[in-house]
Structure formats: C-alpha cells, structure tokens
C-alpha cells in the first residue's frame, strides 16, 4: 500500500516530549500551575481595560485556550480526550476554545525518540529498529491516548501506533482529582453521577488496552466486510502489545484536507453514505459501535467514486438489548404526539421518575420533545441532505435555545441512562462529520427491520 497520501505531519513547532507527568502529585501541579497562568492572564486583561488599553475578551480567550491546550498536550490522556470530545460539540465553547481543543483530533506535542524506544524494549523486548525494515523515529501524528509511526516490513507499509506511558493510571488519577471540584461546583453527590463517571472511566480505559482494540478493530472490519465504499486495515499481532498496535498503512487524507481538495457533491455523498451505513450497521445488527466519530478517525479519498477508511477502534461502546429498543422507540414515527408512550420510554430510559413533582415532569417531556423533533428528522424520511445549513445550525442552536429557560439552568442533577453517555456521542459526532461532507444520503433504515424478525 502506498505511502504517497501521509497522516498529517508533526508541525515543526510541536516540541517532542521528554517526559509526561503522570503521578496524581505531578498531574496535580500541572493542573495548579496552569490555574495560575490563567488568572494571571484574567489579571492582566482588567489591568489593561483599567487604564485604557484595549484588551478584548476575544484576546482574553485566546491566551486562556492556548495556555490551556498547552497543558492538556503535555498530559495527555483523559483530560486531552474531553478535550477532542468537546471540540466535536459545535458552539458549546468560545472559539478560541474549540479552534485550539480540535487539535487533539489531529495532532499534539508528540513522544520524543528516546520515550518511543522504551515503549518497544518493555513491551515486545525489542527495538523498533530489530522489528521493522524501516522505522521512522518522528511521529506521523500524535493524539491523547498514542501516536502513530510510520514503517515498513517485507515491502509493505505499516502504521504503529505507540501508547503514551502511564496513560491508564493516570485516567484513574485524573478522575479521582477532577471529582470532588466537580460535585462541589455542580452542587451534586457521588451517588447522583457515580454511574456515568463509571461509564467514562471504563470506555476511557479500554482506550488503552491494545489488544481489545485488536481484537475489536479485526471483528468489526469482518462483519463490515460487505458494505461497500469502507476500507479497514489489517492488523498485525507480531508487532503488537498492549501498548503498541501495528497495522496496514492506509492511504487518504483526514477531512479537513480532503475538502480542501474541492470533491464533487457525487462524491461527497457516496463518502456520506458510507458513514451512515456503517453505523447503521453496527448499532442495529452488531449492536455495538465505534463510538469515537472526530474527524481523526478517518481517511477519505475520492477513489471509485468516494472511500473512506476507518481508524482506530479503541472506543467501541456495547448496546445492551433493552437499552437499543428503548432508545430507537423514541424516534419512532407517532412517539411524541403520544405523551403516555413517551413517558413511558422516557421512565425505562432513566430520564423521567415517578416521584417527579408534576412541574418538574412537564419540564423534562417538554425540552425532550423539542429536542427529538429535531433530533430525529433524518430517521424519518427516506433521505437527508445534511447540508441543509439551516437544519444544521438549528441543531446547534438547540442547546442554548434550552439552555435560556431558567427552570431548565436550575436542574443540575444528571438524569438518563448511562449508556446515553456514548450512543449520544456517537450520533453527535456522525452528525458533525456529513454535516462537514455536506453530504445527502438514504436513512432508511434496513438493517433496523432486520434486527426486529
């Protein structure tokens, strides 16, 4: 396989990394020290409004969002994974924010030479070098949780993709660090958000067991076999570990760079629904899916009229049964206008209980209700143009439109099913990506008929 289209490079001015913190101590003072040079900046920011100086908040976001994304680069892990979640959700930051977190899609501060070599010697006892024909020390990408190498092996070229270390004891350190902030802002206990900092935690951690994702990534791609216009890459157990995964090299470029290159909508459209096919697939027929959608996670090309690989199966969530039937009733066509059926799938879901007061009900029933007909309209119609721009931001429009009604700002309890957590993320992300594709597709919805015989 041609090595001709590359993974973003590593940008000159990104230093590598000699070193990460990753003890509850050092992360802490990480966290302290940007803390400080945040409110330094708020400080300076009114020193200079003070006097006359023109300081915008626009500037004041900036510096904060640079400072910021500079830390979590060094710390990597869970905290530079929120980070690229909340960059998937459009305006729900300022963009000074949301420009600098969507970097963790790409590209971050990378491991330096040294790091690497280590990682190999304690997990498969060996150099880069003794594995591989060809092995280049400068990462090709580097993102929260690894970074990928190029190489090549018996002619064919390879991506191997190196964990950070102590990436997995530092998910749980972090966790146990943010918490307690958390609960006292939010005002909430341990009890009330136990079962989705659970959910994060365990989906986070298995981000960081390579062989899961192996085994993952291989099942997946084989049931996937049949769906035309995806491409997976093979992997290779040999050269891999539990922090280390080796894989096929696959060409195409990440989406920002492909919509530069100006594609055709017929082209757009077949990537489009290519994208929606295989989550269709996965949620209604596999019932499980690859629930980390950012545009990092593919490469598109416009060979045979539009192919899209598929990246990086570290996150993949399980649907349970009940949860899968009672989740797609709610995008049934008649739900909403059917306020006991409603109610009663909005009562299993976890969203709704029975000792709600009646205002507190009515409120809930009603922010669902305008967020489903939203929500929903892609699944019930034969197809969707998801570059309807007006549709797209009314979409993104929907949360501060929500967010305006002061009963709803005052309810801070979390309420839903655990498992909304990534299925929600899932679509989000899978959202994002056709509304940037600009792409229509068919979402009908075939293999859900299916799953019901």
Same mark, same amino acid.
């Not at 900036?62 to 305006?91: D, I, P, T």
């Not at 790409?106 to 594995?131: A, C, H, N, W």
């Not at 909304?420 to 075939?446: C, D, H, Q, W």
């Given at each position: 396989?041609?090595?001709?289209?590359?993974?973003?490079?590593?940008?000159?001015?990104?230093?590598?990394?000699?070193?990460?913190?990753?003890?509850?101590?050092?992360?802490?003072?990480?966290?302290?020290?940007?803390?400080?040079?945040?409110?330094?900046?708020?400080?300076?920011?009114?020193?200079?409004?003070?006097?006359?100086?023109?300081?915008?908040?626009?500037?004041?976001?900036?510096?904060?969002?640079?400072?910021?994304?500079?830390?979590?680069?060094?710390?990597?892990?869970?905290?530079?994974?929120?980070?690229?979640?909340?960059?998937?959700?459009?305006?729900?930051?300022?963009?000074?924010?949301?420009?600098?977190?969507?970097?963790?899609?790409?590209?971050?501060?990378?491991?330096?030479?040294?790091?690497?070599?280590?990682?190999?010697?304690?997990?498969?006892?060996?150099?880069?070098?003794?594995?591989?024909?060809?092995?280049?020390?400068?990462?090709?990408?580097?993102?929260?949780?690894?970074?990928?190498?190029?190489?090549?092996?018996?002619?064919?070229?390879?991506?191997?993709?190196?964990?950070?270390?102590?990436?997995?004891?530092?998910?749980?350190?972090?966790?146990?660090?943010?918490?307690?902030?958390?609960?006292?802002?939010?005002?909430?206990?341990?009890?009330?958000?136990?079962?989705?900092?659970?959910?994060? #935690?365990? *989906? %986070?951690?298995?981000?960081?067991?390579?062989?899961?994702? /192996? $085994?993952?990534?291989?099942?997946? +791609?084989? @049931?996937?076999?049949?769906?035309?216009?995806?491409?997976?890459?093979?992997?290779?157990?040999?050269?891999?570990?539990?922090?280390?995964?080796?894989?096929?090299?696959?060409?195409?470029?990440?989406?920002?760079?492909?919509?530069?290159?100006?594609?055709?909508?017929?082209?757009?459209?077949?990537?489009?629904?290519?994208?929606?096919?295989?989550?269709?697939?996965?949620?209604?027929?596999?019932?499980?899916?690859?629930?980390?959608?950012?545009?990092?996670?593919?490469?598109?090309?416009?060979?045979?009229?539009?192919?899209?690989?598929?990246?990086?199966?570290?996150?993949?969530?399980?649907?349970?049964?009940?949860?899968?039937?009672?989740?797609?009733?709610?995008?049934?066509?008649?739900?909403?206008?059917? #306020?006991? *059926? %409603?109610?009663?799938?909005?009562?299993?879901?976890?969203? /709704? $209980?029975?000792?709600?007061?009646? +205002?507190? @009900?009515?409120?809930?029933?009603?922010?669902?209700?305008?967020?489903?007909?939203?929500?929903?309209?892609?699944?019930?119609?034969?197809?969707?143009?998801?570059?309807?721009?007006?549709?797209?931001?009314?979409?993104?429009?929907?949360?501060?439109?929500?967010?305006?009604?002061?009963?709803?700002?005052?309810?801070?309890?979390?309420?839903?099913?655990?498992?909304?957590?990534?299925?929600?993320?899932?679509?989000?992300?899978?959202?994002?990506?056709?509304?940037?594709?600009?792409?229509?597709?068919?979402?009908?919805?075939?293999?859900?008929?299916?799953?019901?015989?």
């Amino acid at each position: 396989m041609s090595d001709s289209q590359e993974i973003i490079p590593t940008p000159e001015s990104s230093k590598p990394l000699v070193s990460l913190p990753t003890t509850k101590v050092a992360r802490a003072a990480r966290f302290a020290k940007t803390g400080l040079k945040v409110g330094a900046n708020y400080v300076k920011h009114y020193a200079r409004r003070s006097v006359g100086a023109e300081s915008t908040t626009e500037n004041l976001h900036a510096a904060n969002a640079a400072e910021l994304y500079g830390a979590l680069s060094e710390m990597k892990g869970s905290v530079l994974k929120v980070a690229q979640m909340m960059a998937m959700e459009k305006n729900i930051l300022p963009s000074a924010y949301a420009d600098q977190f969507a970097q963790a899609q790409y590209q971050t501060p990378p491991l330096s030479g040294p790091l690497v070599i280590k990682v190999f010697r304690d997990t498969l006892g060996r150099s880069p070098y003794e594995l591989f024909d060809e092995f280049d020390i400068n990462a090709r990408q580097a993102a929260s949780i690894g970074q990928v190498h190029f190489a090549r092996k018996d002619g064919k070229a390879l991506a191997v993709k190196v964990q950070y270390p102590g990436v997995a004891d530092s998910i749980r350190s972090d966790i146990r660090l943010v918490k307690p902030i958390a609960l006292r802002v939010l005002g909430l206990s341990e009890s009330q958000v136990r079962p989705y900092l659970e959910e994060v #935690e365990t *989906r %986070l951690l298995e981000e960081t067991d390579y062989k899961l994702e /192996l $085994r993952r990534g291989t099942e997946i +791609a084989d @049931r996937s076999a049949e769906l035309p216009h995806l491409e997976f890459a093979r992997y290779y157990p040999e050269y891999s570990s539990t922090r280390i995964l080796t894989m096929d090299w696959l060409p195409g470029q990440h989406l920002k760079e492909f919509l530069a290159t100006n594609p055709s909508q017929a082209v757009r459209n077949q990537l489009g629904q290519a994208l929606w096919d295989f989550y269709a697939f996965q949620i209604h027929t596999l019932r499980q899916v690859h629930a980390d959608p950012h545009p990092g996670n593919f490469l598109l090309r416009a060979d045979n009229g539009g192919t899209l690989g598929v990246l990086d199966f570290g996150c993949v969530k399980d649907i349970p049964a009940e949860f899968y039937e009672q989740f797609f009733a709610l995008l049934e066509p008649g739900v909403l206008t059917d #306020e006991v *059926r %409603l109610a009663t799938l909005l009562t299993a879901l976890e969203v /709704l $209980r029975p000792d709600d007061p009646a +205002a507190q @009900r009515d409120l809930y029933l009603r922010t669902i209700k305008a967020s489903l007909e939203l929500v929903a309209q892609p699944f019930q119609q034969p197809s969707f143009d998801f570059g309807n721009e007006a549709y797209i931001q009314s979409l993104y429009a929907l949360g501060d439109d929500l967010m305006q009604q002061p009963e709803l700002r005052q309810q801070r309890e979390p309420r839903g099913s655990r498992h909304f957590i990534y299925v929600n993320r899932t679509y989000v992300g899978l959202y994002a990506l056709l509304s940037e594709l600009k792409a229509e597709v068919r979402t009908e919805m075939p293999f859900l008929a299916e799953a019901k015989l």
